[in-house]
């Protein structure tokens, strides 16, 4: 039930070392982020994947797209964009911490504001719960709301109205066919988490808002790391940075404008301590549903015919299978195939490889049979070699590892 956008990035015909790559970032529903990269000749496989999915053209992809390599790095080019945001900023994030990293970007972006006369927009949108828990490994998150208070807001001249923030929560399921669709598990947390016994982290096992995005002016920075101090620091998480990319841009805000309808947003116009928590604007599985697929429809009739002539595209895609939404898994099931397809005497030449980097390792069926059956091919040349390298991190890099109680299981359970 994490909520997370793929950000796919296919180049095609990039070289690189005089090989060709092709880089897939894939955020699947229950998994963490899965990076894939294949290499060699492009094929005809990229063409029967991209005509069913609206792909956005990078334009000068050479100068325009940056892999960021290292959390300290992250967090300068973060601060580097406050800096010089213009028109408006969305960050989206699980939280946002109370640390000194984070909180020295939103000092940057109230100082960028007071320079532009209030004309910059931010909007922040995170996880309801997440946001608002405190206690335990939480404290850090005493909330993330208090955090923007301190930082981002000028509390001096009340000149707030271009800032706002989101806390989301998926809608409440309101038909049976909704319901029905949902495992016995899946409805046995929602009523846990309903009851008077849930509280703190035992919330966050319903639904999760784990968008991980941020897009100043025509700038995207797509990542998996969230907005606090260990990714700032130490927490190695992957970062591709789209430069001067309107279309990009434009599509990002309006995805996560969806969201922000959704949900909950803070009033911090009253006095006291602790901001006003304001209902959605609008709810229910279905209407939400509905607009955030107009908006991929939108993106994929406009871009499906065209896109592939360009060396680099972005396919984005959500996946929240409770409410029908999988175009992320038919995506990356789609391009498995493809790549598993053996060679004919129309593609001789097909070598491909495949090395996936992830936080947890947890394939579905499906893609483990196209794995094996991508490993299976064998190449044009006869030559030995791993077809499919994977890369995962170790449980005692879990930010759970070493925990007490029943929490301490999870590394090894992912």
């Known amino acids: 039930k994490n909520i997370k956008p793929d950000a796919t990035m296919l180049s095609l015909r990039r070289p690189v070392c005089a090989t060709t790559w092709s880089k897939l970032c894939v955020l699947g529903l229950h998994r963490k982020p899965l990076t894939v990269a294949t290499r060699r000749q492009s094929f005809s496989g990229w063409s029967r994947v991209g005509s069913t999915h609206g792909a956005i053209p990078v334009a000068s992809a050479d100068d325009n797209v940056e892999i960021v390599d290292s959390p300290d790095r992250f967090h300068k080019l973060m601060l580097r964009m406050a800096g010089e945001a213009k028109r408006q900023v969305w960050l989206s994030s699980l939280y946002f911490g109370t640390d000194e990293p984070t909180s020295r970007v939103f000092r940057r972006l109230r100082e960028r504001r007071a320079e532009l006369d ?15 828990r405190t206690g335990g490994v939480g404290t850090e998150v005493s909330s993330s709301v208090l955090t923007v208070r301190r930082n981002l807001l000028d509390e ?21 066919g909704v319901v029905s669709s949902r495992s016995r ?34 700038n995207v920075l797509i990542s998996g ?9 130490n927490r190695q998480d992957r970062y591709i940075l789209l430069r001067n990319q309107p279309e990009l841009a434009e599509h990002v805000r309006a995805s996560l404008e969806v969201f922000a309808q959704f949900a909950h947003s803070v009033d911090y116009s009253r006095d006291g301590d602790q ?5 959605p604007q609008q709810s229910g599985w279905t209407a939400f549903r509905d607009q955030l697929q107009a908006v991929q429809r939108r993106l994929t009739t406009a871009n499906t015919a065209t896109s592939l002539s360009t060396t680099t595209v972005v396919i ?12 992320d898994q038919a995506l990356t099931q789609q391009w498995l195939d493809a790549v598993a397809t053996r060679p004919t005497d129309d593609e001789p030449s097909v070598d491909v490889d495949v090395d996936i980097a992830t936080g947890y390792i947890n394939f579905p069926p499906d893609y483990e049979r196209a794995l094996c059956a991508i490993a299976r091919v064998e190449r044009p040349d006869k030559s030995l070699g791993p077809r499919v390298r994977v890369i995962a991190a170790s449980p005692s890099a879990n930010g759970w590892h070493g925990a007490s109680g029943l929490i301490s299981i999870i590394p090894q359970l992912y």
Not at 186 to 203: P, Q, T
Not at 275 to 279: G, H, S, W
């Open 118 to 132: 209030g004309r910059l927009e931010v909007r922040l949108i995170g996880d309801h719960n997440r946001c608002l």
């Open 316 to 327: 984005p895609k959500f996946q929240l299978g409770s409410v029908g939404l999988r175009d």
């Open 275 to 279: 901001p006003t928590i304001v209902p």
């Open 185 to 218: 598990l899946e409805r046995w947390i929602d009523a846990l988490c309903a009851s008077r016994f849930a509280k703190g982290r035992l919330l966050e096992l319903a639904s999760t808002y784990h968008i991980k995005a941020y897009v100043f002016d025509d």
């Open 156 to 176: 001096t001249n009340n000149d707030n109205d271009g800032v706002q923030v989101h806390l989301f929560r998926p809608p409440v399921a309101e038909s049976e």
């Open 225 to 233: 790391a969230n907005m606090g101090e260990t990714y700032f620091t």
